[in-house]
């Protein structure tokens, strides 16, 4: 789904402005989409200009005019057009990963001190997750069984990848552990021997 496609689906379940949908798309559903603040409001105004949806300002004290977006019948019909395909493999980018690819190239202090903040990452999304974030920041516009799954499913992958963490950090650290000052694992035969087993 592209940042036109989640606009228009936020917008979908009622008037909304761009400072709300960048809230909610870099708050509560943020581990679900990327969407920049910057290409949040271009992506608007590619959507009214379409005729997807219409702008309207409202006026507040003190401040500049509010922009409140509404969804066309248009609109509703591009958004249809947007959830019928088949969804495409989940993309997993990781910069976690990346840097574990070569945990081997740092100590295993840096090694460690990267695995101890990635779980306290987690920790703190099941934490909020299951303290009911996602269904609480989408109460007014989601369906609560479809918001439900979504919550579960993420908190699932959550627990998974926490437990998966803990069981074999030591695979990460051990390699750091055994790297020579190039990088090279000293002992990998006996490494790999080891891991098989």
């Known amino acids: 789904m592209n940042v036109q496609s989640m ?3 936020v917008i979908s379940m009622g008037e909304t402005s761009g400072y709300e949908i960048k809230k909610l ?3 509560p559903l943020q581990h679900l989409f990327d969407a920049s603040f910057g290409s949040i409001y271009p992506a608007l105004g590619r959507l009214t200009e379409e005729g ?3 702008c309207t300002e409202q006026s ?4 500049p ?3 409140v977006y509404a969804l066309t019948s248009a609109g509703r019909v591009a958004l249809l057009n947007s959830l019928s395909p088949m969804p495409g493999a989940d993309r997993v980018r990781s910069e ?3 840097t574990m690819l070569f945990a081997h190239l740092l100590t295993p202090g840096q090694v460690g001190e990267m695995i101890d903040h990635r779980l ?7 934490q909020a997750l299951e303290a009911g974030v996602l269904l609480n920041a989408t109460t007014d516009f989601g369906d609560p069984a479809a918001t439900e799954f979504v919550s579960g499913y993420g908190a699932t992958m959550i627990r998974a990848s926490l437990a998966y963490i803990e069981d074999n950090r030591h695979l990460l650290e051990s390699a750091a552990l055994l790297s020579d000052d190039d ?3 000293r002992n990998a035969p006996e490494l790999r021997a080891v891991q098989s087993k």
């Open 65 to 67: 005019d509010k922009k």
């Open 52 to 54: 997807h949806v219409t």
């Open 7 to 9: 606009c228009l689906a």
């Open 60 to 63: 507040q004290s003190g401040k």
């Open 96 to 98: 976690f990963l990346s």
């Open 183 to 185: 990088g090279r694992n």
């Open 25 to 27: 798309l870099e708050g």
């Open 120 to 126: 306290e990452i987690y920790r703190g999304l099941l």
